[in-house]
């Protein structure tokens, strides 16, 4: 896949590497008021905005290791982001803390994990100058900015809405057929349905993604709502495995996100149980499923 820049009025596309698949995203840049918003998409393209002298500052959507890849060009820069994700881009143990559930000994994964984000993210602690904050609106030249906060995929993740192209970046609510992502921590499901809610009433004229097809010069329609329908279907499989008591372990094992296992195992694995934790959070909660505190089924 070629990497190329797409412009839209101010905001420039910046097509991600591997079509802006894992572990790299798409970037955009606001020349005039040298804004980067995501540097982890093409190396050579932000090295040359980096040799231009023209960047100003760093603004990420969220704090995920596939959006601050090529931070590290932009040491000088001060970084913009929602104050809610703050705490993994100051601390590389703490980074490594939000993927894990707390107290339990990952000892093993975090050996894998840092030498990863040190190596392939060129992770370094950084410390963040301004947040930003919903319902902003931001003056850049001959555009103005409103900062959506879109809580669900992170707490602090960001949507910003380019008000005169009419250009929405929807950040990681990237309406791929993978569908949403709510494998760390302090994901939530709920909020990922409020947060696409508020997202496609935007009356937007350009979409934009952080990932894949990235672009969308007409109205996404359908692709909202088989979004969000990846999340159903895969509650569905979950209820139907729950016919049965099951362990987490035996659930985590179907892969009912990932569809196999994805390498390096260990970690997606991890991943694939905090995702099904999630909704099984929803099903307690709902009294559609009970737990004995070590099997899971319908009620
Ligand atoms: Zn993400």
Known sequence: MSESTVKFGPVTFITGTKGGRYPYCHSLYIEEAGVI???????????????SGQAQSVWLSHWHEDHIMYLNLFESLPIWMHEA???????????????????VEYEGLRETWRPMLLDLFNYKPRQISRFLKDGEVID???????????????????????REPGVLFLGDTDLTPFGPWYGDLYSDIDEIYRTVDRLRNIPARIWLTSHEQG?????????WDEYLQVIQTREDKLLDFLTEPRTMAEIAGRWIVYGKPKQPVEMFAII??????KHLERLLKKEIVISDGERYRLK
């Open 85 to 103: 994700d703050v705490a993994p881009l100051t601390d590389l143990e703490t980074f490594i803390d939000w993927y894990f559930y707390p107290g």
């Open 140 to 162: 850049l030249g001959s555009v103005t900015v409103e900062v959506l906060h879109c809580p669900g995929h992170s707490p602090g993740s960001l949507s910003f809405y380019f």
């Open 37 to 51: 918003i995501d540097p982890a998409s093409s190396l050579e393209q932000l090295q040359a905005i980096a040799r």
């Open 215 to 223: 672009v969308f010069e007409s109205d996404p329609g359908p692709l």
């Open 272 to 277: 694939e149980e905090i995702s099904m934790a």
